[in-house]
């Protein structure tokens, strides 16, 4: 009996076009079926006579089946935030990460405002269509978030702190333990450090002054938040995920975050690091956010959760108050622009795959269109991803899954 994937639709409808690795136009490199790479002088190996008939091993075109997620097979798995809505259309963007990605974290439906928009109701049909769905596909699950300031219905802060305790407790145990054995991590905690540095007022170090944090009165929360978490599943990865951790700035009142965690005997695995990038990131930067954790903590890991770079390095007025922001690029990006993007991932990516402490690496979207940046700050075309809105792999793809790929 013929199994009839995914992938194996994916080849069909894109034909290799797509999809195809053939525009690289790098250095005389080519990659076997196997994702390894036949560099320097090396003629590129003929076509295979007949298209593949099932998913594993593959090619469409010159597209290896899975290039991506094999090329960092022996370091980490390759992930991106994918919605319940793509999964269901299997759209082009669900259909490339079941081609090239081996994680998928749930866009939004596993966040408090999805599973719990009422008191004692709890949702969970829009998270188990995706989880289920990137279960079957052999894909991993990142659980985000069981708490994001963003995404809390208000009833979770109502009552004394006692209250609000029992309630986030209760919520994290239902949580974690209806998806225990298939959310294999969480990020506990999203964005607790304070010193947005769009918004600096809120520096008054290191935990950002939310709702939670002033309905409780202080960052207790976040040693409750994981303390149930690790009750409710003790063989999920549990992460405090962060944005901006590439600065400086952010990144030490992060740590003295997790310093003081550690100290109270919280039970956390990894941290998490968004990396939503601009063009002129420094990937040393980022990298320094890895090593400060590997240095200062033995036995932590960490994630990649959230790239992506934007094309648009706004003022802090037009995150602010949505003026001064940069004029929008237009459909088509200049190359030097891309050029900068992939060379930008590709430090990233080789810094990454030296650190054993990394053990999981995300993207947040597949194509240029799925992404957040395309309306933030303003609605404006914006190129943060590995593919673009058609579902073709970018320079900044090649530059990550072929070292001798010539940006
Ligand atoms: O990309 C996500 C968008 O589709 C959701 O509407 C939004 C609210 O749930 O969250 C976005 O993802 C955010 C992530 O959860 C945390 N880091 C910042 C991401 C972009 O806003």
Redesign the pocket.
Known sequence: MVDFTARDRLRLLLGGSALALGACGGGGSSQTASGVFQGGGNPPPPPPPTPPTNGSGGTTGELTTGLLRDTFRNNFTVGT?L?NQRVSAMDPSAELALDQFSSITP??EL?PDVIQPTPGVFNFSEGDRVVDWALENGMEVRG??LV?H??MPEHFYQGTPTDIRLRLEEYISTVVDYFRGRVTAWDVV??VTSADIYRGSDGIGPDRRSEMYNAVGSADYIDWAFRAARAADPDALLFISE?DTETEFKRNWLMEIVRRLNQRGVPIDGVGH?F?FFLDTDPAQALAAIDAVDNEFLGLINHAT?IDVSFYRDPGECWQQRTNCLADLGPNPPDDMLAQQAQLLRTLFEGLALRSSVESVSF?GVRDGDS?LNS?PIERFNYPLLFDREGQAKPVFHAITDPNYVI
């Open positions: 935030a919605s866009e939004w966040k985000h978030a994001w963003e995404s999203n964005e944005y968004q939503h959230e947040w957040w933030s």
